[in-house]
């Protein structure tokens, strides 16, 4: 055996350790900080499913629609007078209002990017039958398209950080400090998954949606306006991408940054497979389950694994069911 | 549309350079004032000189961009004072933006060897694009003067053509074990390191000179922004003192997250986190923020302060008053009559003598034996001197 491979097998101490008393002791601080990272990925990855179930398409560039969402939210905090540096006395009625302005504003430029990619990126292909590889590349590259032209707009660096919400301890579970940040990101995410499910299983917008997943020449011939569920499924998918930016730049008032978004996007990405991709339950379900692994992997083996656990959780999971946790797609959920 | 988007960026921008600067109007702890005989890039006035430039390679508007643009504007002031004073030499200073990354570096690098009149580089800034690109200088046999990359093994690759203007991790590492258990009676010290070659490099120094006192370890990666799990780590060890081996940008958040917590640990980052823009990240996490640093305070260098504000428009940063020394080495170089990139080497090999900020001799290596290391805190949203720590 190579002598560097044996040198590393003998230190094993050195390259991996198993903290198990810091796991235990991190526990519900790691799990309350887990579910509210969770809770966005859980967003972003609707908008992947949305995409997948209805078209079969991975829309690679979702975390580019999740980023454009992140500078709007800043621009609009930048735009309302506020500068980069300490935090800004606020009275509660202020940040409600300002953080919903900001949230429009990031649901509205990344909604209308998720449309206007779907117009200029993928129908063409669609209106020529393109082979699903075309679709893929496209969006590959759409994905670079967008981040370079951030790149070139805002910079290379982060936009400094303007933050209005500050954490404020509320109560304690098992000694783990949960603030009003870690309630409003856990309840929002689920209560706007709840609204996405509503929409898809409950309305006729989202029967079309449903239709067009399952079948789209069948539900053509029955009357759907497929082209016009393309644009909706792109649109709510946006619509959740710009909230969850709004959520991430309240947790990470840093995260503007022109590539913030791809790592992001493969994690939600990940978190959508690991839930079973099409699947709007599989979406929440994946993001606070990979929310928490990631917290408590960090714990077990060290911060510098945090990526690693993630992606082995996911190919082991895959192992045992190819089709994720919940494994249903869009399609045959609730027919 | 477009025109708003554009002015608000415009206005981003110009909010940035305003809170960019870093002036000591407070500073207690006294700093060192400029020698008498310190090298002046003005000289005699009476170089000649023609089509001889200078190039300085580096992060421009890459990763950890602020800590790049001092050491460039302290460059560009010894050029443009050397220029000004003589009329019969008048040298270009290059500008090469590698974004800090060791994978951009040496393509950049290539290029700055394949312009033959580029006979000297300022440069590079960060250790990890060093250690990508040393060699390639090596081989051109052209000279590089580091004005901040401190990464210990740098100077260990043989290369002749590596000079480094101030102090190695070697020294800043111990003096930062000293500066956090003596000034700071830190008797319990998490140290988390980057997964840069300067952070590992310097992480390993700390480590090793606090001994027992280095109670925990954890390591972040560069780019990340969510640093929980590290928060909780260090929030369950309750530590005295926080050492960020690292850059800013990353620095920023982390502290900023402690802070949230309720870690009331002293924070301590060094050179490369060192920058108002951490102070700006880390929001109200910077208050107990403390930095050790290779680099000397420019508060009593008034001729030098006032010069910098007059002809770069703003504050002298981290590193300014170093690359300004290294770059004024380069240009007496030129005014000796020096043409060649082999005889700028050999003048800057047997170099001998003051500089603004220490004195610059340097050994076989290319390391100086004068290398000062400063400690500073964070004092009503500035960096301000906290005095000599070795």
């Keep these: ?335 | 549309m477009l025109a708003a988007v554009a002015s608000l960026v415009l206005g981003a921008c110009a909010a940035r350079d305003e809170g960019s600067s870093s002036g000591n109007t407070n500073s207690s702890a006294a700093a060192p004032s400029q020698a008498a005989n310190a090298a002046n890039p003005a000289g005699d006035g009476k170089a000649v000189c023609s089509g001889v430039s200078l190039a300085y390679a580096g992060t421009i508007n890459g990763s950890s961009a602020a800590l790049g643009q001092n050491i460039l504007r302290g460059a560009d002031l010894a050029v443009k004072q050397h220029n000004q004073a003589n009329p019969g030499c008048q040298v270009t200073l290059k500008q090469f933006d590698t974004e800090g990354k060791p994978d951009k570096a040496p393509g950049i690098v290539t290029q700055v060897i394949s312009e033959a009149d580029i006979i000297g580089v300022v440069g590079l800034p960060f250790s990890g694009e060093s250690k990508a690109a040393g060699n390639l200088f090596n081989q051109a046999g052209l000279v590089t003067v580091t004005p901040s990359a401190t990464n210990p093994a740098l100077a260990d690759n043989g290369w002749k053509t590596f000079f480094r203007g101030m102090g190695n991790d070697a020294v800043q590492g111990p003096a930062a074990a000293k500066f956090l258990t003596d000034t700071l009676k830190a008797n319990k010290v998490c140290v988390i390191e980057d997964d840069s070659e300067y952070g590992t490099g310097l992480a390993a120094q700390v480590t090793q000179a606090l001994g027992s006192k280095a109670s925990c370890t954890d390591k972040v990666k560069t780019g990340q922004t969510d640093f929980s799990a590290v928060v909780n780590k260090i929030s369950t060890e309750s530590p005295d003192a926080v050492f960020y081996s690292g850059y800013y940008p990353e620095a920023g958040p982390f502290a900023q997250q402690l802070n949230d917590k309720g870690v009331t640990a002293k924070f301590v980052g060094p050179d490369g986190v060192k920058d108002p823009e951490f102070v700006k990240g880390a929001g109200a996490g910077a208050n107990n923020a403390f930095f050790t640093c290779p680099c000397v305070p420019e508060d009593n260098f008034k001729d030098f302060t006032a010069a910098f504000k007059a002809t770069e428009g703003a504050d002298p940063g981290t590193y300014s008053p170093e690359g300004y020394d290294v770059t004024t080495i380069l240009l007496k170089g030129i005014d000796s009559g020096i043409k060649d990139r082999a005889g700028l080497l050999n003048f800057v090999k047997n170099y001998d003598g003051q500089g603004l900020t220490k004195h610059f001799k340097w050994d076989a290596k290319g390391e100086l034996s004068d290398t000062p290391v400063w400690s500073y805190r964070v004092e009503n949203g500035k960096i301000v001197n906290n005095g000599q720590i070795s």
Excluded at chain 1, 233 to 255: C, E
Excluded at chain 1, 259 to 274: D, H, P, R, S
Aim: aromatic share 12%; charged share 10%; proline share 3%.
């Design chain 1, 1 to 335: 055996m190579h002598p560097a491979i044996t040198a590393a097998l003998t230190q094993t101490d050195s390259w991996i350790q198993f903290d198990v008393h810091g796991l235990a002791s991190q526990f519900w601080n790691n799990t309350v900080d887990g579910l509210a990272q969770g809770g966005i990925y859980a967003l972003i990855a609707l908008g992947y499913t949305l995409v997948y179930g209805v078209l079969k398409l991975i829309n690679f560039a979702h975390s580019e629609v999740f980023i454009v969402g992140t500078f709007a939210t800043w621009l609009t905090f930048y735009a309302l007078g506020f500068r980069p540096g300490a935090d800004p006395h606020l009275s509660t009625i202020e940040v409600i209002g300002f953080l919903l302005l900001a949230g429009i504003a990031a649901m509205a430029a990344s909604g209308l990017v998720a449309v206007g990619l779907e117009r200029v990126a993928y129908r063409p292909l669609r209106n020529r039958n393109a082979p699903r590889l075309v679709f893929l590349i496209t969006a590959i590259g759409a994905s670079f398209a967008i981040q370079q032209a951030l790149k070139l707009i805002f910079g290379l660096n982060q936009q400094p950080q303007i933050r209005l919400l500050q954490p404020q301890p509320l109560f304690r579970i098992f000694g783990a400090v949960v603030t009003n940040r870690d309630i409003i990101l856990f309840v929002a995410a689920v209560l706007l998954w709840f609204l996405a499910d509503y929409f898809v299983n409950k309305t006729r917008l989202g029967r079309g949606i449903r239709a067009v997943a399952q079948d789209p020449d069948t539900a053509t011939l029955m009357g759907v306006n497929k082209e016009r569920v393309i644009v909706v499924t792109f649109l709510v998918g946006g619509l959740l991408a710009g909230a969850a930016a709004l959520f991430y730049m309240m947790k990470i008032p840093q995260g503007a940054i022109y590539n913030g978004g791809f790592l992001l996007g493969i994690k939600a990405f990940t978190a959508a497979v690991l839930g079973g991709i099409g699947n709007l339950r599989g979406a929440l379900l994946g993001g606070f389950v990979l929310g928490l692994v990631e917290n408590y992997g960090q714990s077990l083996f060290g911060g510098e694994w945090k990526d690693i656990v993630a992606f082995v959780v996911l190919i082991i999971v895959l192992m045992f069911r190819p089709t994720g946790i919940l494994g249903e797609s869009l399609g045959k959920a609730r027919v």
